[in-house]
Nanobody, 127 residues
Framework: EVQLVESGGGLVQAGGSLRLSCAAS????????VGWFRQAPGKEREGVSF????????YYADSVKGRFTISADNSKNTVYLEMNSLKPEDTAVYSC????????????????????WGQGTQVTVSS
């Protein structure tokens, strides 16, 4: 298990941009798959985007493809989620998660495949 610290998020108008950061405490971060889930009130938790630190493969939910970009900075043990062209339906609590040796496929990983979680950050997109 690693300690994850999230930053970013906030309030933005539709069409705007935000960047989320997820910093990890371990130097073995390159053995993890890291990404974000989000949950809006009254809705199920949804996998948004993930990156395999081992082979660089990525996953994006259909709802964010072409708008969100996930990346990693090895030197800082940090993963970033750049969110552009934000829509009101992107409003949710975004939670960073890390899973050891988790391989990405065409389907979204499930929350129970991750063993480390950040504290969550609110993203609100106004219309």
């Amino acid at each position: 298990e690693v300690q994850l610290v999230e930053s970013g998020g906030g309030l933005v108008q539709a069409g705007g941009s935000l960047r989320l950061s997820c910093a990890a405490s371990t130097f073995a971060f390159d053995e993890y798959t890291v990404g974000w889930f989000r949950q809006a009130p009254g809705k199920e938790r949804e996998g948004v985007s993930f990156i395999s630190r081992r082979d660089g493969s990525t996953y994006y939910a259909d709802s964010v493809k072409g708008r969100f970009t996930i990346s990693a900075d090895n030197s800082k043990n940090t993963v970033y989620l750049e969110m552009n062209s934000l829509k009101p339906e992107d409003t949710a609590v975004y939670s960073c998660a890390a899973g050891l040796w988790l391989e990405l496929t065409t389907r979204s990983p499930l929350p129970n495949e991750f063993d480390s979680w950040g504290q969550g950050t609110q993203v609100t997109v106004s219309s």
